[in-house]
């Protein structure tokens, strides 16, 4: 019986330019969301080089300028806005590497794109060839969008990195545009990495040659050579992180596979066997908890696929989204928790690592850094009187999580109203702002 290995692509160089192309439902059914998406759009714009707006309704043009104003405001056809995609990349005035941004508030069977699609895929195959990166991402807009169709456009043109959103839901306009788009911005392109012999990203997929770094990949080999250095897979070991991510990679493909209609019960089962034999090869540490619960968790959704009564496909549009974000939060899982996590274990390594060091100079430098991060964060709110409270809500209750903000809003009599807005609205710099403070608290 063969046994599994898997080795994560941690090293690459980071890529500084690439193009950036806004794929943009003009239709007139847009038109509430119009003005907040053009906000938002444009700010996104802002700093990128290499950019492109192509807005479609029963036409598709390619906009002189890369910002949104006017509204085009007539029907529906995406297929003319992927053709113009199409079009300009073989133009040759695209860079290698190439971030797609779909927007629209409805795919449906009349669109036109379904018979597209086959066209569409032997020219992408043709261009991953040739060494293109895309990141593929699409927002959608209200509930009448095809999940389907959303799932079969990533499968199609995406080739960086499994993890990645699979579709994102605007239900607040005002909200979700500027702060996807700033996600989407924050994502980098890394250099491909050659791998020999041949490996696979899940236990399904088919064999790759060239691997965009920070993924899991998977063989039966016990050595490989990546980007020209031989790894030992068995001198390397199977670390609880690695598993987790591999994992993760398995969860994000499975749900693609079955969002399109595939039957993925075998996929599944094979995959679930091989997870078990890896799990079987980690040792984990007493401060792996976490890891753990992240690994059991996908394991689990994994299970329902392999149950055989899951089919997205067969959802209606909102609820599958739902799902999908549901599931992409565990798969992707928020890697500003893990960085908090990483962050916070950095002033303890510090402490046990250097002894001879005083503990106070130690907890002074850290305290010193963060509050030079939270004045930054300062400067970029609205509102200086929040920040105060939050502060001050912080230190006076000793909160050591988000959850206790969260918990301790609804417990106390202090005028926090503020203050739940502004974790609902802007939960991420709400998580790093406290957990600056915590640790300068230390």
Not at 49 to 63: E, G, N, P, R, V
Not at 118 to 133: A, I, P, R, V, W
Not at 140 to 152: C, I, L, Q, R, Y
Not at 410 to 425: A, G, P, V, Y
């Amino acid at each position: 019986m063969t046994t599994p290995y898997i080795y994560w692509l941690k090293e690459s160089a980071v890529i500084q330019e690439y193009s950036v192309v806004g794929i943009i439902d003009g239709s007139g059914s847009m038109c509430e969301a119009w003005g907040d998406l053009c906000k938002a759009w444009n700010y996104f714009v802002t700093g990128f080089k290499s950019i492109y707006c192509i807005q479609y309704d029963d036409t598709a043009i390619l906009q002189e300028s890369p910002q949104l104003s006017i509204q085009k405001g007539e029907g529906t056809n995406i297929e003319l806005g992927f053709r113009e995609l199409m079009k300009l990349i073989k133009s040759g005035n695209l860079l290698q590497n190439i971030l797609i941004v779909f927007v629209t508030d409805g795919i449906e069977e009349n669109d036109g794109i379904g018979q597209y699609l086959e066209e569409m895929t032997k020219d992408f195959e043709q261009l991953h060839s040739q060494g293109y990166q895309f990141k593929f991402h699409t927002l959608a807009v209200g509930d009448k969008f095809s999940h389907t169709v959303a799932a079969e456009l990533k499968m199609i043109i995406h080739n960086s990195g499994i993890l990645s959103s699979q579709i994102d839901l605007i239900q607040n306009t005002k909200i979700d545009f500027t702060k996807i788009l700033q996600d989407i911005k924050d994502e980098l392109f890394y250099q491909m990495i050659r791998v020999d012999p041949q490996c696979q990203l899940t236990t399904f997929t088919g064999p790759v040659h060239r691997v965009t770094p920070n993924q899991v990949v998977y063989t039966t080999n016990n050595s490989i050579r990546v980007g020209g250095k031989q790894i030992n897979l068995d001198k390397e070991g199977t670390t609880p992180e690695a598993l987790d991510k591999f994992i993760r990679q398995i969860m994000s493909k499975l749900m693609e596979y079955n969002s399109i209609g595939k039957d993925v019960k075998q996929e599944a089962i094979q995959a679930l066997q091989i997870i078990e034999k890896l799990k079987a090869k980690v040792t984990f540490k007493e401060d792996d908890d976490e890891i753990q619960k992240f690994i059991d968790q996908n394991i689990q959704k994994i299970e329902e696929f392999a149950s055989g009564n899951l089919n997205l496909k067969e959802f209606e549009p909102l609820k599958a989204a739902k799902f999908m974000h549901d599931v992409q939060d565990l798969i992707i899982r928020d890697k500003k928790k893990m960085q908090r996590i990483k962050r916070k274990s950095a002033v303890h390594a510090q402490l046990t690592m250097h002894p001879q060091q005083p503990k106070q100079q130690v907890k002074d430098y850290y305290k010193e850094l963060a509050l030079k991060r939270l004045e930054q964060y300062e400067k970029q709110l609205n509102n200086s009187e929040l920040f105060e409270d939050l502060k001050e809500f912080a230190k006076q209750n000793k909160v050591k999580t988000l959850d206790q903000i969260v918990y301790l809003t609804k417990t106390h009599d202090f005028q926090l109203k503020n203050i739940k807005e502004f974790i609902q609205s802007d939960e991420d710099t709400a998580i790093d702002m406290i957990d600056l403070f915590l640790i300068s608290l230390d």
